[in-house]
């Protein structure tokens, strides 16, 4: 009977969101059970470790009972955030009271391709995030960007080039 109750409780759905960090800052969050809004009912909490615990809070522009859904804006400019990829907790409240969150399983993942600064990382962010290292520009960016402008992305990154060898000890 428990369990019954439990499946009628507003609740995140457990995924990773991801969002780009010079994105707009437009967050969907799904949700099951969620009951109509008034403006301001809801809060989203975005939890950093930055220094502490800073707290970006942003108040959904809409709630839709019907696809069950918690629209977001995100605060990206007040974020300082390096070191991407991040996975960020996400907390939403609705009248104060948080919505369940099983097991914290609802993550924000900021990330941004243009933080990346090798190949080789930039490549590895490539399946999940579409980064890709642009070879005319010798950067990371989005896919995306770099086939936009007729520029030529990197299907291998170079290894690393010796061009000095210093003698540490011996005669």
């Known amino acids: 009977q428990i369990a019954n109750l439990e499946s009628q409780c507003p609740k995140l759905v457990a995924q990773n969101y991801t969002m780009e960090k010079q994105s707009d800052g437009g967050l969907t969050l799904k949700a099951s059970n969620i009951p109509m809004s008034t403006e301001g009912d809801y809060k989203c909490v975005i939890q950093t470790d930055l220094e502490g615990v800073v707290k970006a809070q942003a108040t959904p522009s809409e709630t839709s009972p019907s696809d069950q859904s918690i629209q977001c804006s995100v605060p990206l400019d007040k974020m ?92």
């Open 80 to 171: 300082e955030i390096t070191g991407v990829p991040r996975f960020l907790p996400l907390v939403v409240t609705y009248k104060g009271v948080e919505i369940y969150n099983p097991k914290n399983s609802a993550k924000l993942v900021l990330y941004s391709c243009t933080d990346v600064a090798d190949c080789s990382t930039c490549k590895s962010l490539q399946s999940l995030y579409g980064c890709t290292w642009c070879k005319s520009v010798k950067k990371c960016v989005r896919k995306t960007d770099c086939e936009a402008r007729n520029q030529v992305t990197e299907n291998k990154c170079s290894g690393p080039t010796i061009d000095r060898i210093y003698q540490n000890k011996g005669p």
